[in-house]
């Protein structure tokens, strides 16, 4: 019987991330997608700043070149300027999901992933150290045994429900519907509150996309997209204005719905981006929050495949992930009532409106937007759990790369008298950015994190324990 070490189920953004991380870190990964093709729709079209810096850091650029660049964000609404955030990559990079997925699938592919497309998960059971996936393929029914699979399949993740993932979730209350069309002559809107609801609209290269919410309509169960006429009505009822002689080119809905698994990982099978956590995309956070667990998951999966991660390595992956997107969530479900509500949140608008106008206000929800504030070390002024990005690592061959395989220890001041370690590679560097840094060595984790800084040789044997498994045992073989 042949054990694939991982599969990930879901070629959407988070999958095809995560399975480049793995190939990238020497581990052999297959990832089913259900989809024959590729998806061609636009979908989540905003990278934050740090989603940004990740694609940099393992060579992505090319996405980022043809992303349109924009300083802004918004708050409910209230712009935020992007343009004072402390990286090389603020702003907003605006790009059609499809090209994210195109330029991730390139990724994967280049570090050795296997994406077997038409082919759908359809039962997961526990077997002696490894999980027995049922798929329905091309040829029919098929079987793959894993060391793990990482549930990457979206909001109505069959992993999430085959696994049993405890769920806290609230079921869609409100419905917004959207159509790029042609032929139109309407004005532009950022978010325009009426009455009778919401309504955005922006034209680019003869396309006009229009968005619109109707308060208190019902939720309706679809099978598929809305009838055009149906964002026709919608319009009329929230703006006055007609739409009907533009021609639609895509229609599509989605609701509020939002939920959180209550645990990332069960034993051997782990979630990651929307089926973890999935919400209103009010924001353009969903598809940044993803990315940025499958490059907290990637390296630990990799640690604990290759036998070397520390006890409860893996499972710290829950610990730093959950909390984000449970932030997102509210921040999400803030920015919904703002937008949708009625007339009884306009004092509450009246009262943020007040508060951006504060400068620590503005710069706390821009370095939000931008995911720049989460962090998992003590409070404080500490670097820890904070990314080395802006301390802006230089060794004599150039900027330090953040996107390693492994963790490294930096040696900050010349120090020949320090013995290298026996099983962490050492580098000197100097920073030429951020803070004065009153430590003399860092531990780097592999996705840019700073795990210890210090100057006790004993501080940073206990921070590389924490990471590796000295005696190099694996954590497989006590699952
Ligand atoms: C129609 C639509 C419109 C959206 N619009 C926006 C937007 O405007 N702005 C925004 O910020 N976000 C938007 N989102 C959300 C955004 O696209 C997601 O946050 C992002 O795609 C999450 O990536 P993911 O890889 O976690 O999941 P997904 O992109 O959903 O990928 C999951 C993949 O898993 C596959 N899959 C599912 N079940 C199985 C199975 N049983 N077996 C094999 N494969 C399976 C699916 O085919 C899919 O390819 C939209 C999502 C949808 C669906």
């Known amino acids: 019987m042949t054990v694939i070490p ?32 590729p998806m061609t729709e636009s979908r989540a079209g905003q990278l934050s700043t740090l989603t940004a810096e990740l694609l940099h850091e393992r060579g992505l650029d090319v996405l980022l070149g043809e992303a349109a660049h924009e300083p802004r964000a918004h708050f409910a609404g209230l712009g935020l300027d992007l343009s004072g955030l402390d990286s090389a990559y603020q702003g907003s990079w605006k790009v059609p999901q499809y090209r994210t997925e195109a330029v991730l699938a390139e990724y994967a592919r280049r570090w050795g992933a296997t994406v077997l497309r038409g082919y759908e998960l359809t039962g997961l059971t526990a077997g002696p150290g490894h999980v027995v996936c049922q798929l329905r393929g091309p040829a029919g029914r098929q079987r793959l045994d894993a060391g793990f699979v990482v549930g990457c399949d979206g909001a109505d993740s069959s992993v999430r429900r085959l696994w049993n993932f405890p769920v806290s979730a609230a079921a869609s209350t409100r419905e917004l519907l959207r159509a790029d069309v042609i032929g139109l002559r309407i004005r532009d809107r950022r978010f325009e509150r009426r009455p009778a609801g919401l309504a955005v609209a922006a034209t680019r290269a003869g396309v006009t996309r229009v968005m619109v919410h109707v308060a208190g309509q019902p939720v309706t169960n679809r099978v598929g997209p809305p009838e055009f006429g149906e964002v026709v009505r919608a319009w009329a009822v929230v703006t006055g204005e007609d739409l009907s002689s533009g021609t639609p080119v895509w229609l599509d809905a989605f609701h509020n719905s939002r939920g959180q698994v209550g645990a990332y990982r069960r034993g051997r099978v782990l979630l990651a981006g929307d089926a973890a956590h999935w919400h209103l995309p009010i924001g353009g956070q969903a598809l940044n929050v993803g990315l940025q667990d499958a490059v907290n998951l990637g390296w630990k999966l990799a640690a604990t495949v290759h036998g070397w991660a520390a006890p ?102 010349s120090g020949a008298d320090r013995p290298h370690h ?11 950015g951020g803070p004065p840094l009153d430590t003399t060595a860092l531990l780097l984790r592999p996705d840019g994190y700073i795990a210890w800084a210090g100057d006790d040789e004993e501080g940073l044997e206990q921070a590389i324990e924490k990471l590796l498994w000295v005696e190099g045992r694996k954590e497989n073989a006590r699952l």
Do not use: F, K
């Open 6 to 37: 991982v599969v990930i189920v879901g070629a959407g953004p988070v999958g095809l991330l995560l399975a480049g991380e793995l190939g990238r870190a020497r581990v052999p990964v297959v990832v089913v997608e259900r989809l024959a093709d």
């Open 312 to 413: 409860g390595l893996l499972d710290s992956y829950h610990d730093e992930r959950h909390p984000v997107a449970a932030r997102v969530l509210d921040y999400v479900t803030a920015q919904e009532t703002l937008l949708l509500g009625g007339a009884e949140v306009e004092p509450l608008r009246a009262i943020l409106a007040e508060l951006v106008g504060l400068r620590s206000v503005r710069d706390h929800l821009a370095g939000t937007a931008a995911n720049l504030t989460d962090r998992w070390g003590p409070p404080g002024p500490s670097p820890v759990g904070r990314r080395a990005t802006t301390l802006r690592l230089r060794t004599d061959s150039g900027p330090l790369p953040l996107a390693d395989t492994e963790p490294v220890i930096v040696r900050l001041r």
């Open 422 to 432: 026996r099983t962490v590679r050492t580098v000197h560097a100097r920073c030429d």
